[in-house]
C-alpha cells in the first residue's frame, strides 16, 4: 500500500523515507503535495515559462524588492508579522464570540 502518489507520473511512497521524495506542503495530508519534486519543478518551469512579459517583470520585480535587499527582508518581515497577528487575533476573537454565543451571553462587545 503506497502512502503517497503522484498525480503526474505515477511516482508512489511507501515509506515514510520515500515522502521525501515529494514537495512539502502542510495543508496536504503528510505534509506532503500530491506532486513529487521533479513534476513540481516541470510545473513551475512551464508556469513562469507561460507567463506574460509584463507578469516575467512583475514577478522579478517584487521578488527583488521584497527579499533582495535589506530594507524589503525588513518590509516583508514587518508585513508578515502584522499579517500573522491580525490571523490570531482574528482567531482568538471567533473563539471567544462562539464560545459566549453558546451560553447565551450578550456578544456585543466582541464585534
Known amino acids: 500500500m503506497s502512502l503517497k502518489v503522484c ?32 513534476c513540481k519543478c516541470d510545473y513551475e518551469k512551464q508556469y513562469y515559462a507561460n507567463l506574460s512579459d509584463e507578469d516575467k517583470k512583475k514577478h522579478n520585480m517584487i521578488s527583488s524588492a521584497w ?23 482574528q482567531k482568538h476573537l471567533d473563539a471567544r464570540y462562539y464560545k459566549t454565543k453558546d451560553l447565551g451571553i450578550a456578544t456585543s462587545q466582541y464585534l
Open 67 to 89: 527579499i533582495n535587499t535589506e530594507a524589503g527582508r525588513k518590509k516583508f518581515n514587518d508585513h508578515m508579522r502584522e499579517y500573522t497577528k491580525k490571523r490570531y487575533h
Open 7 to 38: 498525480r503526474v507520473c505515477g511516482l508512489e511512497a511507501r515509506t515514510e523515507t520515500d515522502l521525501e521524495l515529494f514537495a512539502k506542503h502542510k495543508g496536504y495530508e503528510y505534509d506532503r503535495m500530491p506532486l513529487c519534486k521533479e
